[in-house]
DNA sequence: CATCGGTTGGCACTGAGTGACAGGATACTG
DNA sequence: CAGTATCCTGTCACTCAGTGCCAACCGATG
């Protein structure tokens, strides 16, 4: 029922726009009571974004169900959002170009992928002490989600672009690597590892002598 | 007008709650009509945050008016909403009240916080090249929200805690650092300035001579 | 058959949001 | 000053989202 409210549902939306669609034409058109509609989706804009209460299950799953950095675990488990996407091409393509156009869809959508990120934000903080890893936690949350939405937009504005799975695979790199030897690190910014000593160099051209100079030089 | 609004909206939302304070309430209460009521404010729930539109304007002000790294200029213009929040505290604070248990106001907020993501995001992707670019503009403009909102969240938890626009700084340092080093530059990942080079040394107890050597070791 | 939990439909109601129109205030002009 | 254009406000009427209530129905189970 479910899914045959949502066929129903875009149909209507392509034909007459989002705006003259009313829930009482979706459920008509479903052989429905407008009653029973708004028991399946209480807010009328969701007819359009149930597939992403099952992605975000799915994403739960995976979190529990891996074991390793959490960033990147975090990352892989945004994947089931991805694969949804792949799995169901012809829709979410269709349900775009509807979005796209209307703010109260677009709001909706960004509210759903909130879901995602206090989601994520509450797996990265589980294992991190104190505020400061709290605070971590949703910034790479949201780093991560900013990297998916961009990842499935540019998926979903053109077709045969590059693979989503590696863009996102790519930019989760990124951000992983980013996180890894700045402040924005999970179990604190040092204190807890105080004789840890970490280099990186960066571009360099130069000899190990050489950098071994720098590094006199900058010692204050 | 629209702040006498604002106020007596607080007031009524604060003695009975947002769900029993109707539209025709307030307007009552602030001795206009209905009507003109969401002449000022088209969604309900925005009586309440009027005062983003304002700041948002602010920070957009603050994004042409500086010329620094863009990261930076981009945090910079930020930090108006955490002036915007310690001029009147007193209302954020009671607002922030009313706000957290209610899902309809929070999704109002997350929408307005939106607002500036995506105006930081234009900013930063302006002068980047590219696909890539854009993604990565969009990555940091999540990241130095989410990190406004943690700042915001635990000023207004915490009213003796510590100073927002240092907390603020702070992690805009970090931040900033993060996406320095990374493939989530603004430039280009290297290629541009192929001759620099950069060294790090983290949590160091060590010598210089001793960090020389580590990297005399980890040469290939 | 009886009945019991879960789903549906119908009905009525509140309240958000909007379009149309009619004053009323203000400011500008000659 | 009178005349007029402009903007703001209130009134009325309407559509539609969303909800509570109750009655009917359906399938399973004893």
């Known amino acids: 029922m479910n899914s045959v409210l949502r066929a129903r549902a875009l149909e209507l939306i ?12 979706i459920s008509q058109a479903a052989g429905i009571s407008r009653r029973t509609f708004f028991r399946y ?29 959490p960033i990147l675990v975090a990352g892989h488990a945004l994947e089931a959002v991805i694969d949804g996407y792949l799995l169901d091409a012809d829709f979410v393509r269709r349900r775009s170009a509807v ?7 677009r709001d909706r959508e960004v509210l759903w992928f909130r879901e995602y990120q206090t989601l994520l934000a509450s797996y990265l903080s589980a ?4 505020t400061r890893g ?11 989600l900013a990297a998916l939405n961009q990842v499935l937009e540019r998926y979903l504005e053109t077709p045969d ?12 790199d990124d951000i992983a690597d980013s996180m890894a030897d700045t402040g924005l690190r999970g179990r ?23 950098i071994a100079d720098l590094i006199d030089k900058a010692e204050r």
């Open 41 to 69: 989706f209480p807010i009328r804009e969701d007819v359009l974004f149930s597939d992403h209460a099952a992605y975000l299950l799915a994403v739960e799953q995976r979190l529990t169900t891996r074991h390793d950095e």
């Open 188 to 210: 604190g910014p040092g204190p807890e590892h105080p004789e840890r000593t970490g280099v990186v160099v960066i571009n360099s051209t130069l000899s190990a002598d050489e």
């Open 99 to 105: 979005v796209r156009p209307v703010s109260a869809l």
């Open 134 to 144: 709290a605070i971590f936690a949703q910034i790479v949350a949201a780093a991560l």
């Open 161 to 172: 672009g590059e693979d989503p799975k590696a863009l996102f695979a790519e930019l989760l």
């Open 14 to 25: 392509e034909a007459r726009g989002f705006e003259a669609t009313t829930a009482e034409d």
């Open 127 to 130: 294992d991190e002490r104190g």
